[in-house]
T-cell receptor, first 117, second 114 residues
Framework: GAVVSQHPSRVICKSGTSVKIECRSLDFQATTMFWYRQFPKQSLMLMATSNEGSKATYEQGVEKDKFLINHASLTLSTLTVTSAHPEDSSFYIC?????????????FGQGTRLTVV | AQSVTQLGSHVSVSEGALVLLRCNYSSSVPPYLFWYVQYPNQGLQLLLKYTSAATLVKGINGFEAEFKKSETSFHLTKPSAHMSDAAEYFCAVSDSGTGNQFYFGTGTSLTVIP
């Protein structure tokens, strides 16, 4: 199946700094990528939908100035957590759907464990 | 609007026993339905999907699920549980297409008792 690579897998940063997470589709083109946040023992919460060449669409309650999303190419989307605080510590997962493939399946990155100290 | 409900946040089975994880969906259009598995600190891996073809869908690792429109259900089963099946399982629904988001259930944590 298609591969989505997410980097880094773990990151620890100091409060007040910014962290960038990359999501790449390695062998397919993804017009749309999704960013999720997952708290311990909970389901995935959609944060935003990232569209190549245009602004991301954020879900209600997600601060767009804090979680900056850039989708500069058909294979790369980035999520930047700006001025991180301890409450931003979480597991972040991206996913992408193959624009040229069969409809349906989404492919997920391996996730990024962010810890803000 | 679409949503999924997973009954039972925790399920425990003995090794070799039947695994049954429940998922009910709500959708105003013909749904695409998915089961994903997540191991600790990892992303989600697709187990199987239903996209309006055969109602009984076979997936990886011996899992299968049956789409029952009359019951709006898509329960996941496996005849014989292995220790390696212990993980978090998520049911998800999407309406169709390559650009639309998924709606996930709250997840079911499967424990396999030796």
């Amino acid at each position: 199946g298609a591969v989505v690579s997410q980097h880094p897998s773990r990151v620890i940063c100091k409060s007040g700094t910014s962290v960038k997470i990359e999501c790449r589709s390695l062998d397919f083109q993804a017009t749309t990528m999704f960013w999720y946040r997952q708290f311990p023992k909970q389901s995935l919460m959609l944060m935003a939908t990232s569209n190549e060449g245009s602004k991301a669409t954020y879900e209600q309650g997600v601060e767009k100035d804090k979680f900056l999303i850039n989708h500069a190419s058909l294979t790369l989307s980035t999520l930047t957590v700006t001025s991180a605080h301890p409450e931003d510590s979480s597991f972040y997962i991206c996913s992408a759907r193959d624009r040229g493939g069969a409809m349906g399946e989404a492919f997920f990155g391996q996730g990024t464990r962010l810890t803000v100290v | 609007a679409q949503s999924v409900t997973q009954l039972g946040s925790h399920v425990s089975v003995s090794e070799g026993a039947l695994v049954l994880l429940r998922c009910n969906y709500s959708s105003s259009v013909p749904p695409y339905l998915f089961w994903y598995v997540q191991y600790p600190n990892q992303g989600l891996q697709l187990l199987l999907k239903y996209t309006s073809a055969a109602t009984l869908v076979k997936g990886i690792n011996g899992f299968e699920a049956e789409f029952k429109k009359s019951e709006t259900s898509f329960h996941l089963t496996k005849p014989s549980a292995h220790m390696s099946d212990a993980a978090e399982y998520f049911c998800a629904v999407s309406d169709s297409g390559t650009g639309n988001q998924f709606y996930f259930g709250t997840g079911t944590s499967l424990t396999v008792i030796p």
